[in-house]
Protein backbone atom coordinates (compact mmCIF):
# COMPACT_ATOMS: atom_id res chain seq x y z
CA UNK A 1 0.00 0.00 0.00
CA UNK A 2 0.98 3.63 -0.73
CA UNK A 3 2.21 5.32 2.11
CA UNK A 4 -0.33 8.30 3.39
CA UNK A 5 0.98 11.95 2.98
CA UNK A 6 1.61 14.02 5.83
CA UNK A 7 1.61 17.97 5.45
CA UNK A 8 2.10 20.01 8.65
CA UNK A 9 3.29 23.67 9.32
CA UNK A 10 4.78 26.34 11.49
CA UNK A 11 4.78 29.27 11.94
CA UNK A 12 7.79 30.91 12.14
CA UNK A 13 8.87 31.86 16.11
CA UNK A 14 12.35 31.40 16.19
CA UNK A 15 14.07 29.33 18.22
CA UNK A 16 11.63 25.78 19.21
CA UNK A 17 10.81 25.12 23.19
CA UNK A 18 10.39 21.76 25.43
CA UNK A 19 6.82 22.55 24.65
CA UNK A 20 7.30 22.53 20.93
CA UNK A 21 9.00 19.66 21.37
CA UNK A 22 6.88 17.69 23.17
CA UNK A 23 3.76 19.21 21.56
CA UNK A 24 4.88 18.91 17.87
CA UNK A 25 8.33 18.37 16.71
CA UNK A 26 8.92 14.49 18.10
CA UNK A 27 6.09 13.62 16.45
CA UNK A 28 6.95 15.23 13.40
CA UNK A 29 10.31 13.32 13.51
CA UNK A 30 8.37 10.36 14.49
CA UNK A 31 5.95 10.46 11.51
CA UNK A 32 9.04 10.05 8.81
CA UNK A 33 8.85 6.51 9.69
CA UNK A 34 5.46 5.94 8.25
CA UNK A 35 5.07 8.60 5.93
CA UNK A 36 6.10 10.48 3.10
CA UNK A 37 5.86 14.06 5.04
CA UNK A 38 5.85 17.35 4.51
CA UNK A 39 6.93 20.11 7.08
CA UNK A 40 6.25 24.07 6.03
CA UNK A 41 7.48 27.30 7.72
CA UNK A 42 4.40 28.95 7.50
CA UNK A 43 5.67 32.46 6.78
CA UNK A 44 2.69 34.20 4.87
CA UNK A 45 0.77 32.63 8.13
CA UNK A 46 2.77 34.69 10.84
CA UNK A 47 2.30 37.95 8.39
CA UNK A 48 -1.21 37.94 10.07
CA UNK A 49 -0.65 38.84 13.05
CA UNK A 50 2.60 40.98 13.15
CA UNK A 51 3.59 44.34 13.24
CA UNK A 52 5.80 45.80 10.56
CA UNK A 53 9.09 45.84 12.57
CA UNK A 54 8.13 42.23 13.43
CA UNK A 55 7.74 41.26 9.35
CA UNK A 56 11.32 42.35 9.18
CA UNK A 57 12.85 39.29 11.60
CA UNK A 58 11.29 36.64 9.97
CA UNK A 59 13.73 35.79 8.13
CA UNK A 60 15.91 34.63 11.21
CA UNK A 61 13.06 33.64 13.02
CA UNK A 62 12.43 31.12 10.23
CA UNK A 63 16.50 30.26 9.77
CA UNK A 64 16.35 29.43 13.56
CA UNK A 65 13.30 27.28 13.88
CA UNK A 66 14.04 25.08 10.49
CA UNK A 67 17.99 24.05 12.51
CA UNK A 68 15.66 23.31 15.72
CA UNK A 69 13.86 20.98 13.56
CA UNK A 70 16.54 19.40 11.64
CA UNK A 71 18.70 19.08 14.67
CA UNK A 72 15.30 17.40 16.45
CA UNK A 73 15.76 14.72 13.14
CA UNK A 74 13.60 15.88 10.61
CA UNK A 75 15.59 14.59 7.96
CA UNK A 76 15.59 16.81 4.56
CA UNK A 77 16.82 13.78 2.46
CA UNK A 78 13.16 11.88 3.47
CA UNK A 79 11.01 14.69 4.23
CA UNK A 80 10.40 17.80 2.23
CA UNK A 81 11.44 21.02 4.36
CA UNK A 82 10.65 24.26 2.55
CA UNK A 83 9.53 27.85 3.44
CA UNK A 84 5.57 28.33 2.34
CA UNK A 85 6.33 31.75 0.42
CA UNK A 86 8.80 30.19 -1.45
CA UNK A 87 6.17 28.04 -3.23
CA UNK A 88 3.56 31.32 -4.81
CA UNK A 89 1.33 28.62 -6.13
CA UNK A 90 -0.36 28.50 -2.49
CA UNK A 91 -1.31 31.90 -2.72
CA UNK A 92 -3.11 30.69 -5.99
CA UNK A 93 -5.23 27.87 -4.40
CA UNK A 94 -5.77 30.45 -1.38
CA UNK A 95 -7.82 32.83 -3.78
CA UNK A 96 -9.33 29.93 -5.70
CA UNK A 97 -10.45 28.27 -2.97
CA UNK A 98 -11.81 32.14 -1.75
CA UNK A 99 -14.37 31.27 -4.23
CA UNK A 100 -15.86 28.18 -2.80
CA UNK A 101 -15.75 29.38 0.79
CA UNK A 102 -18.90 31.35 2.40
CA UNK A 103 -17.37 34.12 4.62
CA UNK A 104 -20.21 32.94 7.27
CA UNK A 105 -17.89 29.80 7.79
CA UNK A 106 -14.82 32.00 8.52
CA UNK A 107 -16.36 33.97 10.86
CA UNK A 108 -18.07 31.20 12.96
CA UNK A 109 -14.37 29.95 13.30
CA UNK A 110 -13.87 30.57 17.51
CA UNK A 111 -9.88 30.77 16.82
CA UNK A 112 -10.97 33.97 14.51
CA UNK A 113 -12.91 35.20 17.15
CA UNK A 114 -10.41 35.12 19.72
CA UNK A 115 -7.25 36.07 17.55
CA UNK A 116 -9.65 39.41 16.99
CA UNK A 117 -9.98 39.95 20.73
CA UNK A 118 -6.52 39.51 21.26
CA UNK A 119 -5.24 41.77 18.67
CA UNK A 120 -7.47 44.41 20.47
CA UNK A 121 -9.28 44.72 17.17
CA UNK A 122 -12.75 44.36 16.01
CA UNK A 123 -14.37 42.23 12.97
CA UNK A 124 -14.42 45.03 10.87
CA UNK A 125 -11.12 46.45 11.75
CA UNK A 126 -9.31 43.23 11.46
CA UNK A 127 -7.20 42.97 8.39
CA UNK A 128 -8.64 40.72 5.71
CA UNK A 129 -5.89 38.04 5.96
CA UNK A 130 -7.10 37.12 9.15
CA UNK A 131 -10.40 35.87 8.22
CA UNK A 132 -8.97 34.02 5.39
CA UNK A 133 -5.97 32.12 7.70
CA UNK A 134 -8.41 29.07 7.58
CA UNK A 135 -8.64 28.79 4.25
CA UNK A 136 -4.78 29.71 3.07
CA UNK A 137 -4.12 26.86 5.88
CA UNK A 138 -6.08 24.85 3.49
CA UNK A 139 -4.23 25.47 0.11
CA UNK A 140 -1.53 24.26 2.06
CA UNK A 141 -2.82 20.92 2.88
CA UNK A 142 -4.61 20.39 -0.50
CA UNK A 143 -1.82 21.71 -2.37
CA UNK A 144 0.32 19.10 -1.97
CA UNK A 145 -2.79 16.66 -1.81
CA UNK A 146 -2.01 15.56 2.25
CA UNK A 147 -4.38 13.35 3.68
CA UNK A 148 -2.90 13.31 7.16
CA UNK A 149 -2.68 16.64 9.03
CA UNK A 150 -0.53 16.40 12.63
CA UNK A 151 -1.93 19.22 14.66
CA UNK A 152 -2.78 20.38 17.91
CA UNK A 153 -6.29 20.49 19.53
CA UNK A 154 -6.52 24.11 18.53
CA UNK A 155 -6.21 23.29 15.33
CA UNK A 156 -8.80 20.90 15.12
CA UNK A 157 -11.52 23.36 13.77
CA UNK A 158 -9.26 24.41 11.00
CA UNK A 159 -9.40 21.09 9.77
CA UNK A 160 -13.12 20.71 9.89
CA UNK A 161 -13.28 23.43 7.62
CA UNK A 162 -10.99 22.95 5.52
CA UNK A 163 -12.89 19.12 5.07
CA UNK A 164 -16.10 21.31 4.49
CA UNK A 165 -14.14 23.75 1.77
CA UNK A 166 -12.71 19.73 0.40
CA UNK A 167 -16.08 18.00 0.40
CA UNK A 168 -17.58 21.49 -1.34
CA UNK A 169 -15.09 22.08 -3.74
CA UNK A 170 -15.06 18.31 -5.25
CA UNK A 171 -18.89 18.77 -4.98
CA UNK A 172 -18.81 21.68 -7.12
CA UNK A 173 -15.70 20.73 -9.71
CA UNK A 174 -15.20 16.87 -9.76
CA UNK A 175 -13.06 14.53 -6.89
CA UNK A 176 -9.81 16.67 -6.96
CA UNK A 177 -8.55 16.37 -3.36
CA UNK A 178 -8.66 14.02 -0.38
CA UNK A 179 -10.35 14.85 2.66
CA UNK A 180 -7.57 15.83 4.58
CA UNK A 181 -7.81 13.91 8.56
CA UNK A 182 -6.11 15.85 11.50
CA UNK A 183 -3.77 13.30 13.50
CA UNK A 184 -3.94 14.39 17.18
CA UNK A 185 -1.09 14.43 19.14
CA UNK A 186 -0.67 12.54 22.23
CA UNK A 187 0.92 15.00 24.36
CA UNK A 188 -0.72 16.77 26.92
CA UNK A 189 0.07 20.85 27.31
CA UNK A 190 2.68 21.70 28.42
CA UNK A 191 2.66 24.24 31.05
CA UNK A 192 5.28 27.08 31.55
CA UNK A 193 8.08 27.30 34.13
CA UNK A 194 4.98 29.89 35.69
CA UNK A 195 2.86 26.57 36.20
CA UNK A 196 -0.23 27.68 35.18
CA UNK A 197 0.02 29.20 31.49
CA UNK A 198 0.70 26.97 28.33
CA UNK A 199 4.33 27.09 27.97
CA UNK A 200 4.99 29.53 25.32
CA UNK A 201 8.08 32.22 24.08
CA UNK A 202 5.78 35.68 24.54
CA UNK A 203 4.78 34.52 27.91
CA UNK A 204 8.80 34.20 28.73
CA UNK A 205 7.73 30.93 30.74
CA UNK A 206 9.62 28.72 28.05
CA UNK A 207 12.89 26.49 27.66
CA UNK A 208 15.02 26.92 24.84
CA UNK A 209 16.13 23.44 22.96
CA UNK A 210 18.62 25.62 22.03
CA UNK A 211 20.26 27.02 25.54
CA UNK A 212 23.53 26.11 27.08
CA UNK A 213 23.06 23.35 29.82
CA UNK A 214 23.77 26.26 32.43
CA UNK A 215 20.82 28.50 31.15
CA UNK A 216 18.57 25.34 31.60
CA UNK A 217 19.36 24.97 34.58
CA UNK A 218 19.26 28.14 35.70
CA UNK A 219 15.34 28.56 33.69
CA UNK A 220 14.33 25.32 35.56
CA UNK A 221 15.16 26.42 38.98
CA UNK A 222 13.73 29.30 39.04
CA UNK A 223 9.91 27.19 37.89
CA UNK A 224 6.90 27.28 40.28
CA UNK A 225 5.90 23.81 41.80
CA UNK A 226 3.22 23.22 44.17
CA UNK A 227 1.85 26.08 45.61
CA UNK A 228 0.75 24.52 48.54
CA UNK A 229 4.11 23.59 49.76
CA UNK A 230 5.51 26.15 51.53
CA UNK A 231 8.26 24.43 54.09
CA UNK A 232 10.35 22.45 53.21
CA UNK A 233 8.89 19.87 55.18
CA UNK A 234 5.88 19.44 54.05
CA UNK A 235 4.63 16.83 51.51
CA UNK A 236 4.45 17.82 48.04
CA UNK A 237 1.24 17.00 45.55
CA UNK A 238 3.14 15.51 42.34
CA UNK A 239 -0.26 15.60 40.32
CA UNK A 240 -0.65 19.33 40.45
CA UNK A 241 3.27 19.74 40.17
CA UNK A 242 4.37 20.97 36.43
CA UNK A 243 7.42 19.81 37.18
CA UNK A 244 7.10 16.20 37.78
CA UNK A 245 4.94 16.33 34.63
CA UNK A 246 8.45 16.88 32.99
CA UNK A 247 9.81 14.17 34.87
CA UNK A 248 7.71 11.71 33.11
CA UNK A 249 9.39 12.88 30.18
CA UNK A 250 13.30 13.69 30.38
CA UNK A 251 13.14 11.96 33.42
CA UNK A 252 10.81 8.63 33.04
CA UNK A 253 13.28 5.71 34.71
CA UNK A 254 13.09 8.13 38.34
CA UNK A 255 9.38 8.91 38.11
CA UNK A 256 8.22 6.80 40.87
CA UNK A 257 10.91 7.93 43.10
CA UNK A 258 10.10 11.11 42.45
CA UNK A 259 6.58 10.51 43.39
CA UNK A 260 7.59 9.08 46.71
CA UNK A 261 10.23 11.51 47.64
CA UNK A 262 7.91 14.42 47.33
CA UNK A 263 4.69 13.45 48.63
CA UNK A 264 6.57 12.00 51.94
CA UNK A 265 9.01 15.30 51.89
CA UNK A 266 12.01 13.05 51.95
CA UNK A 267 12.82 15.45 48.92
CA UNK A 268 12.62 19.68 48.39
CA UNK A 269 11.77 21.41 45.35
CA UNK A 270 15.16 22.76 44.45
CA UNK A 271 17.40 19.29 44.15
CA UNK A 272 14.03 18.30 42.72
CA UNK A 273 14.48 20.90 39.88
CA UNK A 274 17.93 20.42 39.53
CA UNK A 275 17.49 16.61 39.05
CA UNK A 276 15.01 17.67 36.38
CA UNK A 277 17.57 20.16 34.55
CA UNK A 278 20.01 17.21 34.53
CA UNK A 279 17.86 15.02 32.79
CA UNK A 280 17.00 17.65 30.80
CA UNK A 281 20.56 18.39 29.92
CA UNK A 282 21.02 15.07 28.98
CA UNK A 283 18.18 13.93 27.29
CA UNK A 284 19.52 16.95 24.63
CA UNK A 285 22.77 17.05 24.73
CA UNK A 286 22.82 15.13 21.26
CA UNK A 287 20.24 17.69 19.97
CA UNK A 288 22.42 20.55 20.72
CA UNK A 289 26.01 18.91 19.22
CA UNK A 290 23.71 18.63 16.07
CA UNK A 291 22.21 21.72 16.16
CA UNK A 292 25.66 23.42 16.67
CA UNK A 293 27.57 21.14 13.63
CA UNK A 294 24.56 22.03 11.53
CA UNK A 295 24.78 25.64 12.66
CA UNK A 296 28.41 25.76 11.39
CA UNK A 297 27.77 24.36 8.28
CA UNK A 298 27.58 27.39 6.47
CA UNK A 299 24.51 28.01 4.11
CA UNK A 300 23.61 24.80 5.19
CA UNK A 301 19.82 25.44 6.31
CA UNK A 302 19.93 27.47 2.86
CA UNK A 303 20.37 24.85 0.86
CA UNK A 304 18.00 22.43 2.93
CA UNK A 305 15.03 25.01 1.98
CA UNK A 306 16.24 25.70 -1.57
CA UNK A 307 16.10 21.49 -2.54
CA UNK A 308 12.57 21.78 0.06
CA UNK A 309 10.85 24.74 -2.20
CA UNK A 310 12.39 22.83 -5.99
CA UNK A 311 10.45 19.07 -4.67
CA UNK A 312 7.16 21.34 -3.29
CA UNK A 313 6.74 23.01 -6.05
CA UNK A 314 6.94 19.94 -8.73
CA UNK A 315 3.71 18.89 -7.09
CA UNK A 316 2.35 22.56 -6.52
CA UNK A 317 2.61 23.32 -10.55
CA UNK A 318 0.52 19.41 -11.18
CA UNK A 319 -1.72 20.15 -8.65
CA UNK A 320 -2.53 23.99 -9.87
CA UNK A 321 -2.70 22.97 -13.55
CA UNK A 322 -5.45 19.97 -12.22
CA UNK A 323 -7.29 22.86 -10.73
CA UNK A 324 -7.21 25.06 -13.65
CA UNK A 325 -8.42 22.53 -15.96
CA UNK A 326 -11.59 21.79 -13.47
CA UNK A 327 -12.55 25.17 -12.44
CA UNK A 328 -13.07 25.75 -16.31
CA UNK A 329 -9.63 28.36 -16.44
CA UNK A 330 -8.06 25.80 -18.27
CA UNK A 331 -3.76 26.29 -18.92
CA UNK A 332 -1.69 28.24 -21.28
N1 LIG B 1 -2.31 27.16 11.87
C1 LIG B 1 -1.24 26.33 12.30
C2 LIG B 1 -0.79 26.76 13.70
O1 LIG B 1 -0.92 27.89 14.04
C3 LIG B 1 -0.05 26.39 11.37
C4 LIG B 1 -0.37 25.86 10.01
C5 LIG B 1 -0.47 26.60 8.85
C6 LIG B 1 -0.64 24.53 9.65
N2 LIG B 1 -0.74 25.78 7.80
C7 LIG B 1 -0.88 24.53 8.26
C8 LIG B 1 -0.73 23.34 10.38
C9 LIG B 1 -1.19 23.35 7.59
C10 LIG B 1 -1.05 22.19 9.71
C11 LIG B 1 -1.28 22.18 8.30
O2 LIG B 1 -0.29 25.94 14.42
Known amino acids: MAKGRVFSGMRPTGRMHLGNYLGALQNWVAMQR ?3 CIYCAVDIHALTTMTAQETRNIGSLTHEMVLDWLAAGIDPERSVVFVQSHVPEVAQLHTLLGMVTPLGWLMRVPTFKE ?3 QM ?3 EESVN ?3 VGYPV ?6 ILYKADTVPVGEDQVPH ?3 AREIVRRFNFMFGPTFPEPQAKLTETPLV ?3 DGKQKMSKSLDNHVELAATAEETRKRILTAFTDPQRLRRTDPGRPWVCNVYSLHKYFNAERTQVVYDECTTAKRGCVECKAEMAEAVNRTLAPFRARRAEFAAKHGYVREVLAEGARRASAIARATMAEVRERMGLGNP
Open 128 to 130: YGL
Open 191 to 193: LGL
Open 159 to 161: LEL
Open 115 to 117: KVR
Open 136 to 141: LMTADI
Open 120 to 122: QET
Open 34 to 36: EYD
